[in-house]
């Protein structure tokens, strides 16, 4: 009993500062980064074929300098992207936020690029930039950005009203690194997503 009560405050010292640890972890998940603006006349939302096109992804190109122009826009309904970045060494010229390490949902003060994804659903009559829970599927899923019409080549997204672009920063510094932002918790939820249309031959 006397070795119990010597190891008892340690013990206890430990399992609190566990929990102190994990409080402070995920207190900084929400409140470790910053989101800044950004001049989103510099960016363009893509929705992008991913192998043969039959599926898509979410890709971020942006205007660092007017050396040479990074994408062009044309049409509209749904509009066209030419990623022209992909045709020249755009080094200190252009950014590509292609994946999770570039980009990640951010609403108000909660940083969510660990529970939520971002992903391109082809509707059949459009492409949908949909966030969808990774953790608690009973988490609402938002749409954040739409196309306007359905196709296998390179679409803008634009975004759903609420929705924009902040860049993380830590303290003063910003970051390599790209939010698709809400400012607060009352995003509408995306009503129950159909089945995907077949993609097209």
Sequence with gaps: MAVIARHLPAATGLLLSGVLAS??????????????????????????????????????????????????????????????????????????????????????????????????VNTGTDMELLATPTRNPAQPTFVVARAGGASSGFLQLSFEPGWSLKRRAYGTKTLGHIYIYRDGATAPAAEPAAEPAPAAE
């Design 23 to 120: 409080l402070s972890t995920a207190h900084a998940q929400g409140s470790l980064f910053n989101a800044v603006p950004v001049d989103e006349s510099n960016f363009v939302l893509v929705s992008a074929p991913i192998g043969s096109g039959a599926r898509s992804q979410l890709n971020i190109y942006e205007q660092r300098s007017n050396k040479r122009p990074c994408f062009a826009v044309s049409g509209a309904s749904p509009a066209v992207v030419d990623p022209l970045l992909s045709t020249f060494d755009f080094s200190g010229i252009c950014n590509r936020y292609i994946d999770g390490n570039g980009y990640s949902l951010r609403i108000g003060g909660d940083d969510l690029g660990t529970r939520y994804r971002l992903t391109v």
